[in-house]
Each structure stands twice: as structure tokens, then as C-alpha cells.
């Protein structure tokens, strides 16, 4: 599923919204466009048992700019593109050796700073009806994330996931839920 750009210094006219693996089920792959999505969804109060307030755009915390801050959560969105759906169940084992996590590290830090205070959430957002998100197996690639983000949760940060459904009309919450990640210390 493409989209025509408005922008004319882009290299090509179009954006690449979505794919489909399988006839009829799209997969949304625009990362730009998910906070959008979730915006609009905060907007019409459709994700109150994740956090409800007065919605602003991007905050700064510490060394980072978050995504939102809804009352008194922060709330930063990212969408995962580490496994793709299908009748086979086909994983895309490449997109896991990915290893540039310096600002998703510098969130997890930040967040993880002002639990206490406030409330801050990790959204993970999927275009599909994903299963729970669950981490990869560490490995050298992915050691250093797996333990910014296990150290972001034992200081109180949230973990959620939003799975939406994508067409050519509209986008729509299939569900969303707390996640599990890893186990909070209680001191």
C-alpha cells in the first residue's frame, strides 16, 4: 500500500504505508505515521486504561525527547519491525541482529530516572494482530538493549503493547494490553 507524498524534495514520490504478506491482511510498516495514530486514539479517549489527561507532544526528559506526556505518563511509542506474520509463521531473523539502540537506550534511561514521580510507559505498537511482544534471545547484538530496558523496568517503567489493524479507509484498535517483560524487583 503506498501513499503520494506532498513533499517534492523527496527521492521518490511515494511512501510505502503497508505490506501484505497474505491476500487481504496488511501489514503497516510506516513508523512515522504510528504516533499519529496514537494521538488521535489518546484524542478520543480510546486508550484510558493506558493513561488519560491532557496530551502533549514531544517532551524533553533529561537527554531524550518523548513522544508524549498524557497528564502525568509519559509515554514513548515504538513500533518493532522484528517479525512479520504469516501462514507460516516466517520470522525475519535479520531485523533481530539489528544493533543500533542509542536512543531507545537514552528513553529507557530517562524514563527509568523519573518513575516515582510520574508514571512512563513503552508503547509497542504493531499494525497487525501481533502476538505478545516477547525479547529476543540476548545475544552480543542485542545485550546491551535487553539490559537498558530490564534496568528501565526494575525502576518502574511500563511496558504496553497496541495492536491496530490497517486498511485503505481507516485504522482501528484491535487490542492493547500491559506487558510482562521482565520481573520488578520490589525492594
Not at 491532557?54 to 537527554?63: A, D, S
Not at 525527547?65 to 515504538?78: A, N, P
Request: positive net charge; glycine residues 4%.
Amino acid at each position: 500500500m503506498l501513499s503520494k507524498s506532498e513533499n517534492v524534495e523527496r527521492k521518490t514520490p511515494y511512501t510505502v504505508e503497508a505490506i501484505s504478506i497474505e491476500k487481504g491482511k496488511w501489514i503497516g510498516i510506516n513508523q512515522t505515521k504510528i504516533n499519529r495514530y496514537v494521538e488521535f486514539f489518546l484524542e478520543k479517549g480510546q486508550l484510558e486504561k493506558l493513561c488519560q489527561g491532557k496530551l502533549n507532544r514531544e517532551i524533553k526528559l533529561g537527554k531524550s525527547r518523548i513522544d508524549f506526556l498524557v497528564g502525568e505518563t509519559y509515554l514513548e511509542v515504538k513500533m518493532p519491525l522484528i517479525e512479520f506474520p504469516s501462514k507460516d509463521e516466517i520470522k525475519n531473523d535479520s531485523m533481530s541482529k539489528f544493533n543500533s539502540f542509542d536512543r531507545l537506550i537514552k528513553h529507557f534511561d530517562d524514563l527509568g530516572k523519573i518513575t516515582g514521580k510520574k508514571k512512563a510507559i513503552i508503547l509497542l505498537c504493531f499494525i497487525y494482530d501481533a502476538r505478545p511482544f516477547s525479547p529476543p534471545k540476548i545475544d552480543p547484538s542485542n545485550r546491551i538493549i535487553q539490559d537498558a530496558a530490564k534496568k528501565a523496568v526494575e525502576n518502574g517503567v511500563e511496558n504496553w503493547q497496541l495492536n491496530l489493524r490497517i486498511d485503505k479507509k481507516s485504522v482501528e484498535i484491535l487490542k492493547y494490553f500491559k506487558l510482562d517483560l521482565f520481573e520488578r524487583k520490589i525492594n
